[in-house]
């Protein structure tokens, strides 16, 4: 492998750019391993953005974007743009970043970390062994759907939830491919007992289920999956839903792992790959070294799993990360009082820990060839 992958980097808002970095310093590293060399171009998005140009998504960094294999993101949004509408906030710029590139499959995986057990609220034997995907449909539902609008005089607002059957079609077959790559069932998840788009989402499955005989389907009403994702976490693999209720579900499924910091995502199916944490800007710690940046750190991970081809790069990441959360190292987000064998770091040096264990499996790697 000797090309180049061209990465536009969108740090962003609030801890983003600090995250990003410590991922970046990653990727570099597996870049020295293989051979080939990671290209990144730094661009503005969102708060950031708007700050500078008066837009949060200015067209620069839109054409950056469209002309890279990959993007990068870190987070977007702050509280000074809070009284703006949804057109002009920092939001904004990721919202039509998503639609520009059209991948339209947002893969957020949400694991139980070992080492982690007691930071769950969960009790360790509940969350043990879990290992969820969510595919998250990016580009539909109410986050894009029209007419949209906030009628201040009649005080009456609205959003539109709609779908098509392709818009269906095309996010279930990412939804079952990704289930016969793991353990073989797949859970919908709608609200089709009160909402015409959701029965056409669970008809719209069910059909497509048909092409894949070897993929257990079942369908859950979203009410009763956000429940059954805290008690039985286990009984899920890969978890296909709408763009809101994805939202909110892959938020609170960062439960099971112990920190919404350590949640990875990507997005799949456009012109150009998306990468980005789970988490947002969280203004209120940034600059403060307190930002936890394993969640940007695995997003790079799943760039090269799915822009690079590279898994096993991407599981000497993921390997790191394990072996650096065993030895004790935790972010603020991750400290707990009852734990005497945690070393609390910061952003900088979780990132640094990282970057020598992973040093180390790419030496071993190198070591077994070389035999
Ligand atoms: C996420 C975020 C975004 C979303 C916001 C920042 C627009 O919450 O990626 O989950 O709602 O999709
Ligand atoms: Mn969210």
Redesign the pocket.
Same mark, same amino acid.
């Given at each position: 492998m000797s090309a180049e992958i061209n990465v536009t980097l969108v740090p962003g808002d609030g801890i983003g750019p600090e995250v990003t970095h410590e991922a970046v310093l990653i990727l570099e590293a597996i870049s020295q391993w293989i051979g080939s060399s990671f290209q990144f171009v730094e661009m503005p998005i969102g708060g950031t953005a708007i700050r500078q140009q008066g837009s949060p998504l200015p067209p620069a960094t839109l054409e950056a974007a469209l002309n890279s294999d990959a993007v990068l993101l870190g987070?977007?949004?702050g509280n000074e743009f809070n009284s703006l509408p949804p057109d002009k906030r920092p939001?904004a710029g990721?919202?039509q970043l998503r639609q520009a590139l059209g991948g339209f499959a947002n893969l957020r995986p949400s694991v139980a970390y070992a080492p982690l057990s007691n930071n769950s609220p969960l009790r360790p034997e509940v969350t043990e062994g879990a290992d969820i995907l969510f595919v998250r449909e990016?580009l539909g539902g109410l986050?894009f759907g029209t007419p949209r609008s906030w009628n201040r005089e009649t005080g009456v607002a609205l959003n539109t939830m709609q779908y098509s059957r392709e818009e269906v079609i095309r996010v279930a077959r990412i939804a079952f491919e990704l289930a016969q790559k793991r353990r073989h069932k797949l859970t919908s998840v709608d609200k089709a007992n009160v909402l015409e788009v959701s029965q056409l989402w669970r008809a719209t499955v069910t059909e497509i289920a048909a092409e894949y005989p070897d993929v257990t389907l079942e369908h859950q009403y979203v009410d009763a999956c956000a429940m059954h994702l805290m008690n039985t976490p286990r009984n899920f693999d890969v978890v296909l839903t709408e763009?809101l209720f994805g939202?909110i579900l *892959?938020?609170e499924a960062a439960v099971i792992t112990g920190s919404l910091g350590m949640l990875p *995502?990507a997005t799949i199916g456009g012109k150009v790959n998306l990468y980005?944490p789970?988490h947002?800007s969280a203004p209120d710690i940034a600059g403060t070294g307190k930002a936890n940046p394993l969640g940007a750190i695995l997003t790079g991970a799943m760039l090269l799993r799915h822009s690079a081809g590279m898994e096993q790069e991407a599981q000497a990441i993921e390997s790191a990360v394990q072996r650096v959360l065993a030895a004790g190292y935790r972010t603020a987000d991750l400290a707990r009082t009852n734990q005497p064998d945690q070393q609390i770091v910061s952003t900088v040096e979780m990132g640094k820990h990282v970057f020598e264990v992973l040093n180390e499996i790419i030496d071993c790697s190198q070591a077994m060839h070389a035999v």
């Open positions: 987070a977007v949004g939001e990721l919202l990016l986050y763009n939202d *892959s938020d *995502s980005e789970v947002g």
